[in-house]
């Protein structure tokens, strides 16, 4: 991977193609959307490791970036309209500006206006494979405390994308589940992020772990794979940790009683 990451043709050719055909779904043949397929499936295998497989020099600068650590209106912003509240725009210093100047080769893998395309495949696409791959990109992108992934975990916020990786929870496909799990629990590492995630998608999370009645999220429960429910919980894991009101939350939803009985059911086996 290392090697592919330094060939600048071949990162600049799979995401030029791979995001820019990606606008137009209605007027794709199959063959196409394959291809768009594979161009997200190999970004996402890229996207690994990156803050330990690159050098400080390829990594560049960041000071251009700092806007996007700040929320302008403090509480009052909610994720500068994310999950539906808008904020009034305004002009001048707060206008978010992400490329201030040019990035090319290996620094567009992970570069904040990367963002915005992946959430366009994640909004628009229905092809599972390229919804796991897009998810799993930015999973590897938003992990740990690389000064980049932290921007990255700002960017999705700035692009209202946390209510779409939610909407993702909802589908049926256990692998697009998992990923989009594990994206948010890294999305979490946000304080902002957080705290929107455990307001506004605690119950989508509960919903897909096994237990309750029947009718509701029981039936789901069955299908998750073992993977699938260990990336839920550690995303409830990380939502609720130092955070009082997402711990309630989860009270709420049900989830301290589904926690309970799979440790109980694995337990047992």
């Known amino acids: 991977m290392q090697s592919v990451r330094v060939c600048i043709e071949c990162?600049?050719?799979?995401?030029?193609y791979g995001f820019l055909i990606a606008i137009c779904f209605s007027l794709l043949s199959f063959f196409l959307l394959q291809t768009v397929e594979n161009c997200v499936c190999i970004l996402r295998n890229l996207s690994y490791r990156l803050a330990a497989e690159t050098s400080h020099s390829q990594q560049g600068?960041?000071?251009?970036?700092?806007?996007?650590?700040?929320?302008?209106?403090?509480?009052?912003?909610?994720?500068?309209?994310?999950?539906?509240k808008k904020k009034k725009k305004k002009k001048g210093h707060d206008q978010v500006r992400i490329q201030k100047r040019l990035f090319h080769g290996i620094q567009m893998l992970w570069h904040p206006t990367i963002v915005k395309p992946y959430l366009t495949l994640l909004s628009e696409c229905s092809n599972p494979d390229t919804l796991e791959g897009a998810a799993g990109a930015l999973q590897n992108l938003a992990a740990g405390s690389w000064k980049w992934s932290v921007y990255i975990r700002a960017a999705v916020r700035k692009e209202?994308?946390?209510?779409?990786?939610?909407?993702?929870?909802?589908?049926?496909?256990?692998?697009?589940?998992?990923?989009?799990?594990?994206?948010?629990?890294?999305?979490?590492?946000?304080?902002?992020?957080?705290?929107?995630?455990?307001?506004?998608?605690?119950?989508?999370?509960?919903?897909?772990?096994?237990?309750?009645?029947?009718?509701?999220?029981?039936?789901?429960?069955?299908?998750?794979?073992?993977?699938?429910?260990?990336?839920?919980?550690?995303?409830?894991?990380?939502?609720?940790?130092?955070?009082?009101?997402?711990?309630?939350?989860?009270?709420?939803?049900?989830?301290?009683?589904?926690?309970?009985?799979?440790?109980?059911?694995?337990?047992?086996?």
């Open 11 to 16: 990162v600049h050719s799979m995401i030029a």
């Open 61 to 84: 600068g960041s000071e251009e970036l700092d806007g996007l650590l700040c929320d302008t209106g403090g509480k009052d912003a909610e994720s500068s309209g994310c999950w539906g």
């Open 160 to 269: 209202k994308g946390l209510p779409i990786l939610v909407e993702l929870l909802r589908i049926d496909n256990d692998r697009v589940v998992c990923a989009v799990a594990t994206a948010l629990r890294n999305m979490a590492l946000d304080i902002r992020n957080k705290e929107l995630i455990g307001k506004y998608a605690m119950r989508d999370l509960v919903h897909r772990l096994p237990g309750g009645s029947a009718n509701s999220s029981g039936l789901v429960g069955k299908t998750m794979s073992d993977d699938t429910i260990t990336a839920i919980c550690c995303a409830l894991h990380e939502v609720i940790t130092k955070n009082m009101e997402n711990t309630k939350a989860l009270r709420d939803a049900g989830g301290i009683e589904k926690l309970i009985g799979i440790a109980r059911s694995k337990g047992d086996k």
